[in-house]
T-cell receptor
Framework: DAGVTQSPTHLIKTRGQQVTLRCSPI?????VSWYQQVLGQGPQFIFQ???????GRGNFPDRFSARQFPNYSSELNVNALLLGDSALYLC?????????FGPGTRLTVT | GDSVTQMEGPVTLSEEAFLTINCTYT??????LFWYVQYPGEGLQLLLK?????DKGSNKGFEATYRKETTSFHLEKGSVQVSDSAVYFC?????????????FGEGTQLTVNP
């Protein structure tokens, strides 16, 4: 089976712009979570979705939003980008308590 | 709140040396515990897990035992290889209160020299 896939791989944006990141979970997984990993730090939880419903939200501003589609894929949107939003954004799909991560999208804000 | 603390790194070892990476946690309930590994330029891979006290997780020669009395989950390997060079993250999940949300430590960079 294919693993978690994310697109795009890399992205460069300027301050104030908006960005959309995409994630496709492992087949059969209904839950998707998003994490932000700033260079040199551990990943920080942003959102979790299960069956298209938001099940959890981390300590991130309202500029961050997400949604999950009927096929369980997900999008993460970030508005009004700041330099501090530069990070690796990881998507994970899960069944029960184990999470499986995608390769991430590297976002650079200039 | 829930948190994970890893030993300050980085760690540099010679091939075939013994590895220990310390991890302690603070949680309001009874968490599941994980070790993830991240190779350069890649996402995170689940290395091993333990879901209750005294459980031992193991994979690829790595082991960690869930110690409730010391709130610890230290990662060990008897003989490291150059290919083990990566960043290792300890993490916890409180399924009953926060679903499968993971709380990570800061990570420990391991470099193994030939």
């Amino acid at each position: 089976d294919a693993g978690v896939t994310q697109s795009p791989t890399h992205l460069i944006k300027t301050r104030g712009q908006q960005v959309t990141l995409r994630c496709s979970p492992i087949s059969g997984h209904k839950s998707v979570s998003w994490y932000q990993q700033v260079l040199g730090q551990g990943p920080q939880f942003i959102f979790q979705y299960y069956e298209k419903e938001e099940r959890g939200r981390g300590n991130f501003p309202d500029r961050f939003s997400a949604r999950q589609f009927p096929n369980y894929s997900s999008e993460l949107n970030v508005n009004a980008l700041l330099l501090g939003d530069s990070a690796l954004y990881l998507c994970a799909s899960s069944r029960a308590y184990e999470q499986y991560f995608g390769p991430g999208t590297r976002l650079t804000v200039t | 709140g829930d948190s994970v603390t890893q030993m300050e790194g980085p760690v540099t070892l010679s091939e075939e040396a013994f590895l220990t990476i310390n991890c302690t946690y603070t949680a309001t309930g009874y968490p599941s515990l994980f070790w993830y590994v991240q190779y350069p330029g890649e996402g995170l891979q689940l290395l091993l897990k333990a879901t209750k006290a005294d459980d031992k997780g193991s994979n690829k020669g790595f082991e960690a035992t869930y110690r409730k009395e010391t709130t610890s989950f230290h990662l060990e390997k008897g003989s490291v290889q150059v290919s083990d060079s990566a960043v290792y993250f300890c993490a916890l999940s409180l399924q009953e209160t926060s679903g499968s949300r993971l709380t990570f430590g800061e990570g420990t960079q391991l470099t193994v020299n030939p």
